[in-house]
């Protein structure tokens, strides 16, 4: 929120020469956020001067140029070089003088420029920073000034004020208004407030129907409670916008549009309320407050055509709908140069329906920004009025009796506090007196009885609605500094859970291997999320993304992206991890509704939220492309391919204490042929292989990819309690080849697993180091060679002793494959 310093000023008495970082400084007390300030980058002398005679001068480039007289003083008279042509003799205008500076660090200067020294420059709208007018230079008789030759053009205008900015959190939405922030600067500094509400007087019309029809009303409340409307006729839609407000406004971030639409800003940059304002000549008929059909469509004014969902909150005339409620207005009745006639429209919206709107149509404004954390029900038509009083006042308009009132009950609030309760919470010793005090000076109303106080809060604070939120206020007025600091102390014998110690190692040691892990987000599309998985994807009733609306049921297609945005930025080998959840399906049925807040939900309630929580298992995944070693002096590059994931899998599972085994596999998004099932203990805990070619495509990435993904749960199920060193082994081993002639369909891991058992206890390590299927091989055939070593924990194995447990491995294998050595 941007305040412009003047007119915090008119609310709350402020020192002299005060400035931004003075006030932020006074907010920060009250728990606000300094972000920064703003204006103050124009630099005088600039002065309003008065055109005594020009002479146009044609160049040789086309342009006609005037060379101008102007009179900056009393009978002091600068030549100065002009490219505009739409101002006339006798016109005052604003001088910049040498020596000033506008916007933007432009330093003027004299300079030769067309054959003369320009002794200054002629300034227009868009250079002084008072909107984006670039038509012409400024015409100060156009904002109905007729200042003395020689006035402080700064002053005049307002050009020499600065504002500060403050972050605003989202439950306290009362300070996105000047009113708001003057009412905190007052809490904060002790000086004297006058609420601006209080300077306007309600005026009620009538005669114009309003009614709200909502029949599906989100979590029960009414999408609107409180719809002011009053009329206004005969304005002035051209009328100029004076400079005081359109720097006002544009200091507060926004930028001057129109007499009509910067007034309605300005009221809801001081009171909090936003406003609309309608043609009243293009209504037809009455308003109507409805949800949306199905597919109705809107053309809001930014000129787009939305098509619209059943919880969306409308503003509907007799011909349908002319406004998105709390969010945007309609094209068909907006406020043009040709209005005469103005409804003005100050309501009260649900929050909750206001804010879905906003994030479904991706339409963020800054009516909805205020409606969405709470508007104050009372002030509406006092902002009504005050719009009415100041079109009155800078349109020429008049009031036409024209308005309406809709109001349905709002419930008030009562709070009991105990007053022993704020001291317990905080842990600082707050008197009673002290407490009634900070909360009369909230705008609170107080009963006290005995050892507790009754509460009622102010209509601008919804969310003060526990009586924790008003031990904040007691804590936040007080003075945050009172508040003890103590450094908690760690209860001692506690340290990382198993889980946890495997989770750092498989990663530590992942990052160890080469690879880099990377943070996704878990959005995926439809199509990603039946790449590689074909569990039933869970879809967001409010997604972020129109185009990523489901949870990731697998990690694979988001390293995909990821590989894909390095690629394109020149990083052509890349090896990325990523751990995290995917979201499958519960078991239970998904919950329509919530439970009221400040409330602990029944049993009943409790079990259907957590049988309604997808299940979310934590996967390790990882995707590999371009060179795992590149080419160097003396080596040539490897290739990344699928070894590279069995390394990351054996990293893994190294990890956790187990041992894994691989079996080819049909897996979804993989190679066909080129993939294989992830086991341990005969459970299948993930896959790998390379990626099918058809997927690396569509990502753009080479064709060969290789990837893993691992499902941790699953894995860490099977991981002994306490993971224990392995044995070291001093004796020296034997080492020996054997080369196997076997059938095509029998898999390694199963050759691997015979020998082991074949074997027996001095078989230390095998390993598989060719498979070959070329020439002098028997049809149908494939040799399979493995390296062996064995080792005896007592003494030193001889070649006979390793010979005996390879032969018999041999046998076991021949009895079960009918596999036999190869020659």
Sequence with gaps: MRVPLSWLAEFVELPQNFTPDDVMAELVKVGLEEEGSHGGDIRGPIVVGKVLEFVEEPQSNGKTIRWCQVEVAPGVVNGVVCGARNFFEGDKVVVTLPGAALPGGFEIAARKTYGHVSDGMIASSRELGL????EGILRLSTLGLDPEVGTDALELLGLNESAAEVNVTPDRGYCLSIRGIAREYS??????????????????????????QDDAPIHGVPGSSIFTTLGVSGIDANAAVPSWMANRLKLAGMRSISIAVDITNYVMLELGQPIHAYDQDKLVGGITVRRAVAGEQLQTLDEKVRTLHPEDLLICDDSGPIGLAGVMGGASSEVSSTTKNVLIEAALFDPISIARTARRHKLPSEASKRFERGVDPEVGPIAAARVAQLLIELAGGQLNGVGSSYRTGLPKIEIELPFAFASELVGVDYANQQILDL?????????????????????????IRHKTDLVEEVARLAGYHLIPSRIPVAPPGRGLTPRQQFRRRALAALAGAGFTEVLNYPFYSEQQ???????????????MQGDSPELRNSLIPGLLQAAARNLSRGA????????????????????TSLPVGNVRPSSDQLAELNASIPVQPRHLAGVVLGDWIPQAPGQQAVQSGYPQAILAVEQITRAAGVQFEIRQASALGFHSGRAAEVLVAGEVVGHLGEVAPALTAEYHLPRKVAAFEINLDALFAHAPEVLQAAELRVMPAATQDLSLLVSLDVPAADLIAVIREGAGDLLEDVSL????RGDNIPAGSKSVTFSLRFRAADRTLTQAEATLSKDAAVALASQKFGATLRA
């Design 572 to 591: 052509t080998d890349v090896a990325l991890i990523e751990e995290g959840s995917v979201f499958l399906p519960a078991q239970g049925n998904a919950t």
């Design 529 to 543: 999320n039946r790449e590689f998985s074909q569990s039933p994807a869970l879809r967001l009733e409010n997604p």
């Design 187 to 212: 809490h904060a500094s002790g000086a004297k407030f006058t609420d601006p509400a209080t300077k306007v007087s309600a005026k009620a019309g009538s005669g114009f129907s309003v009614q709200v």
């Design 131 to 134: 909107s984006d007018d670039h």
């Design 439 to 463: 909360l009369h000076q909230i705008g609170c109303e107080l009963k006290v009885h005995d050892d507790a106080v009754t509460v009622t809060p102010p209509s601008w604070r919804p969310d």
């Design 769 to 772: 180091v060719d498979d070959y």
